[in-house]
């Protein structure tokens, strides 16, 4: 199989493994609901926030469409370089990470855009895909999904300790999507192995 195919394979079964089980969440879950697969270590936990990656935010419809025309951007920016990567027959490993990357970009932006428009609130009750009224919100208004969270350490701050004592410690407190993930390996992967990937490339 060639780079540029597996490179859209890759990209394909991250959305469609994506979509899925976002779809799964809301349709089955109201925000705040949780599910637990590991004990109290890995659980799937639904929330919704305004687009940025592990459930950060960035205030307002304002900073909503500037972040959404940025990812937007952003996508076709890392589009122009896979397929430049492809073409120039780069490292094989360079490519799959740039190509996670990108899917989890995608992934996160049609949350974004479509979600509001196709989907009812999931506040009080599981979200009805294509409501009658329609959906919450608009075009690029629309919230993403995240649900792994993973808290390995979920203890106390000893009372002696000169700081935060006796207060919640949770190790690891993010709660992000398959996404956010596929951008963390993507990016990691290239940091890692930079040299190798890129020892080919002119």
Aim: charged share 15%.
């Amino acid at each position: 199989m060639s780079p540029g195919k597996k490179s859209f394979l890759l990209i394909i079964l991250i959305l469609i493994a994506d979509q899925a089980l976002k779809i799964w969440i809301k349709t089955h879950l109201e925000i705040g609901q949780e599910i637990h697969l590991l004990g109290n270590w890995g659980i799937l936990h639904f929330i919704e926030n305004n687009g940025m990656a592990f459930g950060m935010e960035m205030g307002g419809k304002t900073g909503k469409f500037i972040l959404s025309i940025f990812r937007i951007l952003a996508i076709f920016g890392i589009g122009w370089f896979l397929n430049s990567l492809i073409r120039k027959n780069s490292s094989p490993a360079l490519i799959l990470a740039v190509s996670a990357i990108m899917a989890g970009a995608i992934g996160n932006i049609i949350d974004s855009a479509f979600y509001g428009m196709i989907f009812s609130e999931s506040f009080s009750q599981p979200a009805i895909l294509f409501p009658p009224g329609g959906g919450y919100s608009s075009f690029l208004q629309g919230r993403v999904v995240d649900m792994f969270y993973f808290p390995v350490i979920n203890t106390h701050w000893p009372e002696w300790s000169p700081y935060k004592a006796g207060e919640s410690f949770v190790f690891f407190r993010p709660i992000f999507n398959l996404p956010d993930s596929a951008i963390t390996c993507g990016v990691l992967s290239i940091v890692l192995f930079q040299k190798r990937m890129f020892r080919d490339l002119s």
